[in-house]
């Protein structure tokens, strides 16, 4: 359920708002939106009476229920407006939302030696990356595979930061690890095997990380939106969701079947931002390209991007990583994309800077 | 089975050559490529020693076997590069391809009524449609649907090519009727239900007019190519291959999932042109857009998009289509994604022209 | 919507309401059941009043609603009792349903020459096979593939059925072959392929032979419901359902998945009859055997199994064919299943009567 | 790689290569089977030569390599013998495996309070349950659904434990409880969702309760297999796979598609025993008989079955559960169809007593 306030509602209203319902064991939450300010509400909210919250103040425009099953991930708890993650990185913040420059995210599949990860960051960043990604600790379908290099990896990570100020991401695995991951790590990565490990969700809704929360293969839209709503309702606001490829009956030509149609949809249920994986998606560098492109013009708000120095001799996932060059090359490309769909990398100053200000009065009351 | 010839090769060394093989009961088929001349082995060509076909001429640079299981479709038949599709409307040759300009393709799902297709015809050509669809048979799940409006429906098609001049793809269900469409429709297309009614693709193989082949909803790539290669085996080479949404665990939101990954994947492996139907696609028509947008920037030849004057009282697919105002929107932002990956309308002309040029000159020896 | 009378109504009151229902242009079908006599109502029944119907006679016990979209095909279409199909073979009549015997169907994939055909059909003959199986006319994914001996395979099954007697099923893949494979077919198989062939559903509908409807690959049970209403209402009430594996993400050891689940699903939904074929179920013939067997704990009606007297030679589906020794091993396998589950061979003699007597009262008035 | 001793080997011998073997950094395993004992290799096998172990001895019969992504949990890594997982509980060791009786386990989704859990376990072991389930930790698509009563339940059901000597399965989600959930199971429940949840499957692998391993929604075979893999690496050898349904295109009217044809295809790839669950399979109670029946005519060697006093008041998982009397009738079913495959209760007392003088042999060297 929220409450959404009327244009230009004294601050004192609110709080007192706020405090009624605290009374009655809801935890209200202020959205300072672009046009209203809203509260929604947490908690158990089935026995609240809609018409006798509209009686707690004039100010209240309209008192809204959720008929969703993820209330607080769904685009009504925002009453319509996107929502920003906002990413403090060594180069400086960096926004993800649907009013946000496109955020660029590349790195190997695994962190392999210093050499190699540093090089690749230096690269990256040179081509527009803003997000290192790099796995310590990797999901493999095999325990005889190579499974990461772990917590030393973490090291050549932060060493990578140091050296270019990038942003990281890697991916979590265990709850055990989360410490060490969170801090190495900008944004947690929750991988597609993991969608549904709801202990693991709960404990990172727990921390204050960002947390990139990746499609499971055979995760309905639902069953995802469901899952960042774990990590919602544990108290961690910023959840940043990525499509990566689900499975499906044809599997001879590509890895997975990259859903862009969840770009759309997605839009329309949740508030959330969109990350899209086109390496994972396709599993053929080849395929990486073009499939980056239409990401970007279904509207996605990131791309993430398997980069390697050098694919052929990877340790894991090289078929589907792009040369550093290539990856320079498809940057220029998807600028040109983020143009022609009115996304371009030039035109948010403004927009980032208002969000930023608005990010300021987002207070969990 | 292909044998590639040097540059500069003469016509009566190929001619000889064409002789030879058809002496061992071998259906050679000549293409003239940008850069070589190609000869297509068709028969029972597994008996064949590459090493003596070598030896039939000194102009003979290659002779390459086809290891895919679809031979004429593959991009190898015709050593790499993409086939046209050159379709005769009213106002002119229309050309499908990768080298070509986007085709937009626009409609109704059926045709309901003279006033409305004649509407709809007008309203799309002014927004840059070259072809008009329609349904005039209808495959439904319920025998108790509207099944289309059959003979008559193909009537009106027939007007609303006279007065607009644009060409007209209707689906053919049944090739008892194939002469009556065949007479109204430019394109004549194989729905996703009769992808492998191969009856029926032996049948629109063996006559003249172009095919559009619909993707089945679980057809595999691998499958819908196969089904490409029974209407080209049967004589037809004018195949354009329609991508319009997948089958999946996931169909809360979307109608299918449409596959945007085919569109690299086709291109790696066809010469065949590529169309996209993002209306069947997704299944709603606030997500067709960005589809359509996306399919461009993938790569995407051609698209299909269901457009109706008045959606909500559609006699089918209503949810689906966009409106003639909708679609003019859509018109201008795909010129502009177009101009994006180097398509934009303006480009082609001397494409084209080189195409028609080279396109004199295919014939089947 | 269908009108249950009363038990004892008089034939005249039946008759009588008949006549009314027919003078509002619905056309009424009888059902004499165990227990009641239901008039089903077939036509546009949206506007009737339920109300109004009941007032037509004293006799009418009540009048119900069929709130699914398969209206013919549906349970409650016979008040919740199965129907049989009967099928008239050289060795009398065999009837397929819930309360009949268990019906098995062997035979090769396709008919290759008179002796094996023959011999085949000898072979299952003996060890209790009803009906042989063999297709004239293949679909086949390639076009180079065998695609069947076509007419004189149809003559070689008529050899086969006149030196057996064995009841004969083959499928038609093309309405022009109707008349002369209905000469020889006692029951008529529709593929997987062509389940949604609206056309082809139409046309065997308004004929006499039976129907064997096999699944379509991705078709949901109520896609494949509707395609039996598809030949229920065009006049054909002999439908019997084919399961023979569905399409998934996992293809590595099986050619598809056997959806035993279907059984139920089908019996809560459907009066007709089901048959399980395990040979494409599976595609491999070490797992025939026991998914025959579990399709029978299941509650199958029939099976339908793979039989070719040297599988490693066999021109098609080799792999998932038994020799005719491991059918026998199989039947008897299958009859002591067949007994735990209450549907020995020995069991049914009178049910059967009892079934064929009120067959005969099965009247479309 | 494995190393087939000749029948009669002396253990000196064995013992002898055992040592040879471990000098070269392989850790050898004995496996004793009813024919022959085995030398099952672990570790880096792919630089030794199958020549050169050969000639360690002359009772050596032969060095075979398995080609199996999957090492351990390949059939060929018992010289085609099943294994047995042999579990402890108050009432009695408990075999799992192809050659002993079908084992049933059955309990409510979660535990809800004592009475109903003490109850549910009596009513299922005077039905022939030889274990209980029930849920304290519960894996919930929405965090606001129930989830589970956590510690408090797992005391439950030690008091269930107690009161009725059957075994407990209840599930692990989350290696923080892993103490004390292995305090009251006699099996470790790994849930579908955390099938490849890697970093538990190591812990879990690295103690010594048995393990059941239930398939994940969209797991192949191999996937699952490899996850078996990962806890028969990590040492523990006692893993029970459970098919519990599967993800497909068709959700109407079961929760998922139960594969059956998962107990062949798995029999032939590998020893570990297998359990079916129809309850999560169909997610429909009326369902569950038929597919249990099935699953027995299958093969499967337990069964996993949701049974509830009173189903439509479950907190979870109502629709899908069995009241005590229904399970009471299936299990009777149940007998007849097992001896109809020679899997009847009363068969196996010899069998089990050879399996469990053999299990006293079986010591990881």
Known sequence: MIVVMKQGSPSSEIEKINQELQSQNITPEKIVGKHNTVIGLIGDTQTLNPGQIQQLSPFIEQVLSIDKPFKRASREFRYGEPSEVFVSTPNGFVAFGQNCPIVSVAGPCSVENEEMIIETARRVKASGAKFLRGGAYKPRTSPYSFQG??????????????????GIITELMDSDELEKVAEVADIIQIGARN?????????????KKPILLKRGMSATIKDWLMSA???????????????????????QYTRNILDLSAIPVLRSLTHLPIMIDPSHGTGKSEYVPV????????????????????????LSDGPQSLTPNQYQVLMQEIEVIGQAVDRGSQKYLSTVRDAARRQDSIVTV
Do not use: W
């Open 291 to 314: 499939m980056a492109k239409a990401a970007i013009a279904a509207g996605a708000d990131s791309l993430m991007i398997e980069v390697h120095p050098n694919p052929a001799k990877a």
């Open 195 to 207: 969608m549904q490990n709801f202990s693991l969700l709960k404990k990172v809704g727990a921390q």
């Open 149 to 166: 290099h772990g917590e030393s990896a973490l090291k050549l990570l932060a060493a990578a930061r140091e050296a270019t100020g990038l």
């Open 229 to 251: 709503e774990y990590i919602l309702a544990a108290g961690n606001p910023n959840v940043i969701l990525c499509e990566r490829g689900i499975r499906t009956f044809d599997r």
